[in-house]
């Protein structure tokens, strides 16, 4: 069998790599070595670098994937791609493990004097990185947040993101964590000389409650799901991406297929939705085609939660979002061609142009391609007509305008869930929405008009009935205060008991 000439020399430029480093970064390296052989289960770690570098020798010499995963997340610190591990193990096969050895020592920076920990196999990691980095509150975010929330006291569950670089696995800091649970603003930087924690999630529970999208992060966390040896679980929001590409962002659609690279390896994806749940499985059948079963997907629905209306938020939203005695029509969602709020805008100048009196109100972000939509609504204003938008509202202002709404309306074209739609009827709110999907399906109890929200005259029909027809105004709003309510720690416990299992309980109240 032919060696790699440079293999038989490996040893030694290891030797010579770990002698050239500056004693505090051969100190940071030596260090993680003894994490490498501990996690191997050696009782009796070797002081003495040579027997340590003998040690880590003899800890990755079985030549597997799964140990060079291992070996260089611990050694470098950070999460190699999923081509990487194979390659090496396929390498130390053949040429013996100082092949490893010194490919993590030439991979390892001498500046990153991070400690790096491996998950305890009791341990839960949850993955939040988006959510506790930014403060706005998307339908993913909020969905993340709240399991977040629900689970943060749970024994064993620790909280994490990752690295600026999205090649790492970091603990979060007390700032993002504030963030993530109290809705606060975005967090400040870490402080100075602050030395974030890497996590190795090596046969733990891995999971992951948002959407994870990045040219770097996905190979690395394909590779987690792959090679860690962990219990992998996500929360499936929709397949938008692949079903509607031309209603999303530019570039939207490769990122997202990185995403599905690592999602199906996981071990269960936990679908918010029975509509999300059938374009999970459609995806899973065709990774049927190279060979994989796909992760277990099951249905999770998101709740049809009421927040409780608070005094002071309904004066405040009443004194600034009605305009006199006009009824108040709401629109909740990012603007963006997908959530087709210039269909929205053209039905109300049609019914405004007939004579009805309303004000509208949109709540959401500006999204992609959302100029032409926010010029007309520009224009609609210099009108006079009662238009206006807000870029969010906290709970409190947004469960009170739920409250003094007419009615609300929701005609994406494609949606994993449409929470502003639940919302709208827990709050006793009828919604004009689509007539398909996952719209559909939460509207199928009462309290909802449903449209075809391609149509605009239908979109603007569906309007003008909660506006005018006050026996079907009052018929709908009293299925909708008749729906089940549920709350998100209802739907925190169904999730950790798809994803995670009943192992770890609740902590007491």
């Not at 570098?53 to 003899?58: N, P, S, Y």
């Not at 791609?81 to 090496?88: F, I, N």
């Not at 709970?395 to 709404?405: G, I, K, N, Q, T």
């Not at 999730?495 to 007491?508: E, M």
């Amino acid at each position: 069998m032919t060696r790699d000439p440079r293999a038989g020399t490996a040893l030694a430029r290891s030797t010579d790599r770990l002698a050239a480093l500056p004693p505090e970064a051969r100190r940071t390296f030596l260090r993680r070595c003894a994490t490498l052989v501990r996690t191997a289960g050696v009782v009796e770690v070797p002081q003495a670098p040579d027997d340590l570098r003998d040690a880590v020798l003899a800890s990755v010499r079985d030549g597997r994937a799964e140990t060079a995963w291992l070996a260089l997340a611990v050694l470098t610190g950070v999460l190699p791609d999923v081509a990487t591990p194979l390659e090496l193990a396929r390498r130390v096969q053949l040429d013996g493990p100082q092949v490893l050895l010194d490919a993590a020592l030439a991979r390892f920076s001498p500046d990153d004097d991070r400690p790096v920990v491996v998950a305890a196999p009791d341990e839960i990691v949850v993955d939040v990185f988006q959510t506790a980095r930014l403060p706005r509150s998307t339908g993913i975010q909020r969905v993340s947040r709240a399991l977040a929330r629900a689970w943060h006291a749970r024994p064993g569950v620790r909280l994490v993101g990752w690295d600026d670089t999205q090649t790492t696995v970091v603990d979060l800091t007390e700032d993002e964590i504030r963030c993530l649970l109290t809705d606060g603003s975005a967090p400040p930087g870490p402080p100075p000389g602050f030395r974030r924690t890497v996590v190795v999630p090596y046969r733990a529970t891995y999971v992951l409650p948002e959407l994870a999208v990045g040219p770097d992060l996905t190979p690395r966390l394909q590779a987690l799901a792959v090679y860690s040896g962990s219990r992998t679980g996500a929360v499936g929001f929709d397949c938008v991406p692949l079903t509607a590409a031309e209603t999303t962002r530019p570039g939207t659609p490769s990122h997202f297929a990185g995403s599905l690279s690592a999602l199906k390896h996981v071990d269960r994806v936990a679908a918010i939705s029975a509509s999300a749940a059938g374009e999970y499985r459609g995806w899973r059948t065709m990774v049927g085609a190279s060979g994989l079963g796909g992760p277990d997907v099951v249905e999770v629905c998101l709740p049809m939660t009421e927040h409780r209306v608070d005094e002071d938020a309904l004066a405040q939203a009443r004194a600034r979002f009605l305009v006199g005695d006009l009824p108040l029509v709401a629109v909740v969602g990012t603007h963006e061609p997908r959530k087709n709020h210039d269909g929205v805008l053209h039905a109300a100048q049609l019914l405004w142009a007939q004579g009805h009196r309303f004000s509208l109100l949109f709540v959401g972000a500006v999204g992609w391609r959302s100029e032409d939509f926010l010029a007309s609504l520009e224009q609609a204003r210099l009108q006079g007509r009662p238009v206006e938008n807000v870029p969010s509202l906290d709970d409190e202002l947004l469960a009170a305008v739920y409250s003094l709404a007419r009615c609300t309306v929701f005609p994406s074209l494609n949606e994993g869930f449409g929470l502003p739609v639940a919302e709208s009827i827990a709050a006793g709110t009828p919604v004009v929405t689509s007539a398909f999907g996952s719209m559909a399906e939460i509207a199928a109890g009462g309290g909802a008009v449903l449209v075809d929200p391609r149509d605009d005259h239908a979109l603007a029909e569906g309007i003008r009935t909660l506006l005018v027809d006050d026996a079907e105004y009052a018929r709908l709003r009293a299925q909708a205060l008749g729906r089940r309510r549920g709350s998100w720690q209802e739907y925190a416990d169904a999730v950790w008991d798809a994803l995670v299992g009943t192992a770890s309980p609740a902590p007491a109240a």
